[in-house]
Nanobody
Framework: QVQLVESGGGLVQAGGSLRLSCAAS????????IGWHRQAPGKQRELVAA???????NYADSVKGRFTISRDNAKNTVYLQMDSLKPDDTAVYYC?????????????WGQGTQVTVSS
């Protein structure tokens, strides 16, 4: 059974940086698309950054130029580097991976990690 385990969240002052990690384990698979989403209190979950199977990134306008999504296929791990953080970036961040197993593709989610940016 596949599991995604996130790490790297925490409390940081505005202008600071954090790097989130999301490692997949538990089966034999290949990683297709990946993404990072976030959900702030009282708001809907939104896509922050995505990376398709061809390696083309896509970012929400609110994070362009500040966040960078990347992947390490050898480690089955995806990352979100977050720089110049703002209080509005405060949210629970979730990683998402589309994994191919046995000829089918499934979407998996991490457990979420809290990011809090103080002003």
């Amino acid at each position: 059974q596949v599991q995604l385990v996130e790490s790297g969240g925490g409390l940081v002052q505005a202008g600071g940086s954090l790097r989130l990690s999301c490692a997949a384990s538990g089966s034999t698979f290949s990683i297709n698309g990946i993404g990072w989403h976030r959900q702030a209190p009282g708001k809907q979950r939104e896509l922050v950054a995505a990376l398709n199977s061809g390696g083309l990134p896509n970012y929400a306008d609110s994070v362009k130029g500040r966040f960078t999504i990347s992947r390490d296929n050898a480690k089955n791990t995806v990352y979100l580097q977050m720089d110049s953080l703002k209080p509005d970036d405060t949210a629970v961040y979730y990683c998402q991976m589309d994994l191919s197993l046995g000829g089918f593709t499934y979407r998996y989610w991490g457990q979420g990690t809290q990011v809090t940016v103080s002003s």
